[in-house]
């Protein structure tokens, strides 16, 4: 067992007072243990210190050894290298669309994606290797022979992604180095806009080696004589839409413009200049029997359409029709069987009083016998009992939306007739 001082000298128990014998012997006992204590307290100081110089020795060798860890170590990566490239890959997107959205980015040495590449080297390297972000370019007008090194290397850098091209140019300014390079990769072109002179169009179309096994967007402005011939070749096997800007000196002559009508599912005509009506597509319509979506819009012509044979769309479900003139012959020449949707926008023909082609509407159903579940009426006022009527000679109709020149909301009548049909 550990020794105990305090065992040495039990206390007595007295009856009263103690003896004098008693007394000295008890008096020696006080007189030891005042020295057994004082040696202990010393001892306890010397101790204290002695822990104090430990604990002040184990910081400082702590310190010493976490530096010298330290230095075999490498320091932690700052935030910003720390971001997976996945993200990083976002944020260029990101950047690249608010730079340059709603259009492609354009050919600029000074804009996203250009000035990515020359804010650090990691981020160089990652622009570098996202071809993604190279895959979109816009050529604007006036653009330079110059800026072809630019050009051939943001195609270079996009590898083998599919391509989304946009070019603007006039005859006179657009050398025809730039056209060469994009038609070098034409075998990735996927979505392609040309606001170019008919004779450029043309010039590039008509390259041997183009190769548009992956086209299936094409937006086409149709600008100049129109005698030289735009088409697409055997390769253009996956186009599905196009949209044609068309412009001056007649109708579209299908003669000189040859672009696979037979396999489009959706067309977009837009014509311009005062000479141009409604109805200028038709011949391009007959050419297009696998159609499911089309879109005719001629805001500038006061000319009316004019009488058509019967043109049979089988697949077309979606029609948008936008004409100053009246669109009323066009629409009964139509035959759709799978319309689902109608849009008619007048432009604001409220000069025309009569410009509001309800039998011709109601022909084109009966004629159809289609299952039209949407009629869009914009910029004309129609009579509150022609809306009615529509709706019961129309029974799967389930939604009319009519905007007048004063944006006159549809009568109540109409909206709980619609109301009622949904919910039964």
């Not at 050919?107 to 020359?118: I, K």
């Not at 050529?139 to 850098?157: A, D, N």
């Not at 000679?393 to 009568?411: E, I, N, Q, W, Y």
């Amino acid at each position: 067992m550990m020794y105990n001082p305090a065992m040495q000298f039990p206390p007595t128990q007295f009856f009263g007072m103690p003896s004098h014998d008693q007394y000295d012997r008890i008096e020696r006992v006080i007189e030891v243990r005042t020295d057994e204590l004082a040696h202990i307290d010393w001892d306890i100081a010397q101790a204290r210190k002695a822990l104090a110089r430990l604990l002040d020795n184990r910081e400082d060798i702590r310190a010493s050894l976490q530096d010298h860890m330290a230095m075999l170590t490498p320091p932690p990566l700052p935030a910003m290298y720390r971001v997976p490239p996945e993200v990083w890959g976002l944020i260029f997107t990101a950047c690249n669309e608010v730079t340059w959205k709603p259009g492609y980015p354009k050919v600029d040495c000074d804009s996203a994606p250009m000035v990515l590449g020359r804010v650090c080297s990691s981020w160089r390297t990652m622009a570098l290797d996202m071809p993604s972000l190279w895959s979109a370019i816009c050529v604007p007008k006036h653009t330079k022979l110059t800026v072809l090194p630019l050009l051939e290397t943001w195609l270079e850098r996009s590898e083998s992604m599919p391509l989304s091209i946009e070019i603007h140019g006039r005859s006179h300014d657009l050398p025809p180095a730039l056209l060469d390079a994009f038609a070098a990769h034409s075998d990735r072109w996927q979505n392609v806009a040309l606001f170019l002179p008919n004779e450029s169009t043309s010039a590039l179309f008509s390259k041997p080696d183009l190769n548009l096994s992956m086209l299936s967007n094409l937006m086409i402005r149709q600008s100049g004589l129109p005698q030289h011939r735009i088409a697409t070749n055997e390769s253009a096997t996956l186009l599905r839409s196009i949209s044609l800007i068309a412009s001056r000196h007649g109708q579209v002559n299908t003669t000189y413009l040859d672009l696979s009508w037979a396999q489009l599912t959706r067309l977009s005509m837009t014509f311009v200049n005062g000479d141009r009506c409604i109805d200028d597509g038709y011949n391009v319509l007959t050419q297009c029997p696998a159609l499911t979506h089309c879109s005719l819009i001629s805001k500038d012509s006061l000319i009316d359409s004019t009488a058509h044979a019967p043109l049979l769309l089988e697949n077309l479900t979606s029609l948008q029709v936008t004409c100053l003139g009246d669109p009323r012959l066009f629409l009964d020449c139509l035959i759709l069987p799978s319309l689902l949707q109608l849009e008619i926008d007048f432009v604001d023909a409220s000069h025309k009083l009569d410009a509001w082609p309800k039998e011709e509407l109601l022909g084109l159903w009966t004629r159809s016998r289609c299952e039209m579940k949407s009629l869009i009426l914009r910029n004309k006022e129609v009579p509150k009992a022609d809306l009615g009527e529509c709706c019961r000679r129309m029974p799967s109709l389930m939604h009319l939306l009519v905007t007048g020149a004063k944006d006159r909301r549809m009568p109540g009548i109409t909206l709980e007739f619609l109301r009622g049909r949904r919910s039964s």
